[in-house]
């Protein structure tokens, strides 16, 4: 697809079907955050991907009990008003792509921080083009940090008993997700704001 228009298709999808999306698939997704710009091409990333059934199920239930548990507490709460509609969305995707930062990156001045987050961010960005470009549905979900460690636990316990078990540690930072799969809704337009009201271009 042709890259203007990949960027014109791009919308969160908030509702799937249940068809596979393939290891290639994935692999492709992912490949193209492997070559997204990073702060002094630090590379501060390490994806793993979750396919769908038991366990999106159970990292669904984790979103939804973080709002059943905490509803009554502003607090807990703060930030978190969509984090049941989102355990409602992973509960039926065919794929969800952990993104973690890579532990060596974590302890950084604040410069370095924002550029890990911004470097981590495009990653982000190529994967959601890529899945566009596929034909596929995605959504950017950051839900995912009210229950960053149980999720880790998680993804750890499950290559425990694999070659990967070393992949992920509780050191590694859980920033995002994104969730993959074929679309079962229309896409919806959005309300986007004119180039003129964000571009201001300065000639001396």
């Not at 059943?68 to 984090?83: F, I, L, R």
Request: glycine share 4%; charged share 30%.
């Amino acid at each position: 697809m042709e890259l203007d228009l990949v960027i014109q298709n791009r919308t969160s999808c908030r509702t799937y079907m249940s068809d596979e999306i393939s290891d290639e698939q994935i692999k492709q997704i992912v490949n193209a955050a492997r070559l997204a710009p990073s702060s002094k091409n630090a590379q501060q990333w390490k994806f793993v991907c979750v396919k769908t059934g038991t366990n999106s199920r159970d990292i669904a239930l984790m979103l939804k009990d973080y709002y059943t548990t905490n509803k009554d507490n502003p607090e807990k709460m703060q930030g978190a008003s969509t984090v049941y509609a989102t355990g409602k969305i992973l509960e039926d995707c065919p794929a969800i792509i952990f993104v973690f930062e890579d532990s060596k990156y974590i302890d950084r001045t604040e410069l370095e921080d924002i550029s890990a987050i911004l470097s981590i961010g495009a990653a982000v960005e190529h994967m959601a083009l890529k899945a566009t470009d596929l034909g596929l549905g995605n959504l950017w979900v950051c839900d995912t940090s009210f229950v960053r460690d149980k999720i880790a636990d998680y993804i750890i316990d499950a290559l425990k008993d694999t070659d990967k078990k070393d992949f992920i540690s509780f050191d590694n930072r859980l920033m995002c997700a994104l969730a993959v799969g074929k679309a079962a809704e229309p896409k919806y337009p959005k309300h986007k704001k004119e180039l003129n009201e964000i571009l201001t271009i300065i000639n001396k």
